[in-house]
């Protein structure tokens, strides 16, 4: 079982940056970051391997968001910058124990509780 803790959610203007942080209680082969807007499914945003062998985007946030991670502190970090209102959306964490399919939600094994991300026009 891994658990996982998201925080830095929050409520912010168009143009702004939030950085969200999701903290493992262990290391799996990959990890990743969805979001599900109110009325919409869960899509996929980001996610990266901890081996550091790849980082992976949705064409919607790739150049304005950046997945990064610390291997010893078992987190991942989703750094979120020129943020638009269509970002607005719960970020939740998940943790995928093969990574064969990462930007695929149901290849996920484990997601944490999800944090708010507003973001005003």
């Known amino acids: 079982q891994v658990q996982l803790v998201e925080s830095g959610g929050g409520l912010v203007q168009a143009g702004g940056s939030l950085r969200l942080s999701c903290a493992a209680s262990a290391s799996v082969v990959a990890m990743g970051w969805f979001r599900q807007a109110p009325g919409k499914g869960r899509e996929f945003v980001a996610a990266?391997?901890?081996?550091?062998?790849?980082?992976y985007y949705s064409d919607s946030v790739k150049g304005r968001f950046t997945i990064s991670r610390d291997n010893v502190k078992n987190v991942v970090y989703l750094q979120m910058n020129s943020l638009k209102p269509e970002d607005t959306a719960v970020y939740y964490c998940?943790?995928?124990?093969?990574?064969?399919?990462?930007?695929?939600?149901?290849?996920?094994?484990?997601w944490g509780q999800g944090t708010q991300v507003t973001v005003s026009s």
């Open positions: 990266i391997t901890w081996s550091g062998s790849g980082t």
């Open positions: 998940g943790a995928d124990r093969l990574g064969l399919r990462v930007g695929v939600r149901s290849e996920y094994d484990y």
